[in-house]
């Protein structure tokens, strides 16, 4: 048997990038220059708080500093539901940041809508909630596992949210 250790940090599909520009004496005015950009056009304001070594060129560090910042949660919402590659990857980061455990449908779209809005498009939605709901059976199939050894019916709870599984034991949808 392979035995992987879990202080591995994987980042799949990305290669980091080098900034071209870095002004520590004017960090906070890129930041500010940064966040306008990513208000108006997120994709040219990541490329610039990238290129100009604001924050670190991996999708986590990304995430955070526009949170931490308060981007706009509506740029945010759509860009992350987007379909380009950089989206994908920050929409995968973004989504396994979250702590879904122990949450129902309610509670883990709260969760998971906490920090950004939902888009304003449809097909953007599907995609975000879409990964909302693999992120959250990926939570919560330890529990269920543990439910259907034990002879539980198959069905597995999941807190206050609402029932986590069918009663044919796979989860809702499968």
Known sequence: ????????????????????????RHIDSL????????????????A???ATG????????????????????????????????????LCLEFLNSLQL??????SALH??????????DWLRVDRLTRGISHFWWQQHLHEYEMSRAEGGGGSARAGAGGSAASS??????A
């Open 31 to 46: 930041e500010r220059l940064g966040l306008d950009l990513f208000n108006r056009s997120p994709g040219h304001g990541i």
């Open 1 to 24: 048997a392979v035995k992987i250790s879990s202080s591995l940090h994987f980042e799949p599909f990305f290669v980091p990038r080098e900034p071209v520009l870095q002004e520590p």
């Open 54 to 89: 604001v924050v670190p060129d991996y999708p986590v560090n990304i995430n955070k500093f526009l949170i931490r910042h308060m981007a706009n949660s509506d740029q945010y919402g759509d860009f992350l539901g987007a379909d380009f590659a950089i989206s994908k990857t």
């Open 48 to 50: 610039f708080l990238v």
């Open 168 to 173: 044919s034991g796979a989860p809702a949808g």
């Open 101 to 106: 455990v122990g949450t129902g449908v309610v």
């Open 111 to 120: 969760t998971a809508f906490r920090d950004t809005s939902v888009p304003r």
